[in-house]
Antibody, heavy 117, light 102 residues
């Protein structure tokens, strides 16, 4: 069974940083590309980043480009989203999702990130 | 831009639901997907490639369409189908359609 578990969320002030992790199991992690998708409270879905199987191809949404960095460690079946210079409008539930560019074939349960002073 | 309609659909169990997703320009069906999100849960992929059901999705869910107009149809609503549905094209999601109990 595919399992994706996010961790690392929490409360931070504007301008702060957080590091989200996604631990994968139940499938051959190195064979699948991955995404981060977020959802602000009471709002819709927003794709924010994609990483290919080897990490050689990476995409970001304009809203996070230059502030967020995605990476993966296939040996540890894990993916990381480093978030810097956080803003109030980055407050959201962040989901890691297995799939092709921007598509979520399987989703984690999500982790809440709150940016507030 | 993706536009979903209606914003809310009020139906009864056993009814047929028809959800619309319109793109601002003609797109390939390859990157059209539909998701279901129940309250407090992560989204779940229902349909990919506009008309292909994802693994484990009941056959009462079907997707269709081409060009700029796409449709998700639920033939007979079950209690667990009352949820929010999102369409997606490539990196863009629609704003969602809520299917609630009439």
């Amino acid at each position: 069974e595919v399992q994706l578990v996010e961790s690392g969320g929490g409360l931070t002030q504007p301008g702060g940083s957080l590091r989200l992790s996604c631990a994968a199991s139940g499938f051959t992690f190195s064979a699948f590309s991955m995404n981060w998708i977020r959802q602000a409270p009471g709002k819709g879905l927003e794709w924010i980043s994609y990483i290919s199987t080897t990490g050689s191809t990476i995409y970001y949404a304009d809203s996070v480009k230059g502030r967020f960095n995605i990476s993966r460690d296939n040996a540890k079946s894990s993916m990381v989203l480093e978030m810097n210079n956080l803003r109030d409008d980055d407050t959201a539930i962040y989901y890691c999702a297995k799939g092709i560019v921007a598509r979520g074939d399987h989703w984690g349960q999500g982790i809440l990130v709150t940016v507030s002073s | 831009v993706l536009t979903q309609s209606p914003g809310t659909l009020s139906l009864s169990p056993g009814d047929r639901a028809t959800l619309s997703c319109r793109t601002s320009q003609s797109v390939s069906t390859t990157y059209i997907a539909w998701y279901q999100q129940r309250p407090g849960q992560a989204p779940r992929l229902l349909i990919y490639g506009a008309s292909n059901r994802a693994t484990g999705i009941p056959d009462r869910f079907s997707g269709s369409g081409s060009g700029t107009d796409f449709t998700l149809t639920i033939t007979r609503l079950e209690p667990e189908d009352f949820a929010v549905y999102y369409c997606q094209h490539s990196k863009t999601f629609g704003q969602g359609t809520k299917v609630d109990i009439k």
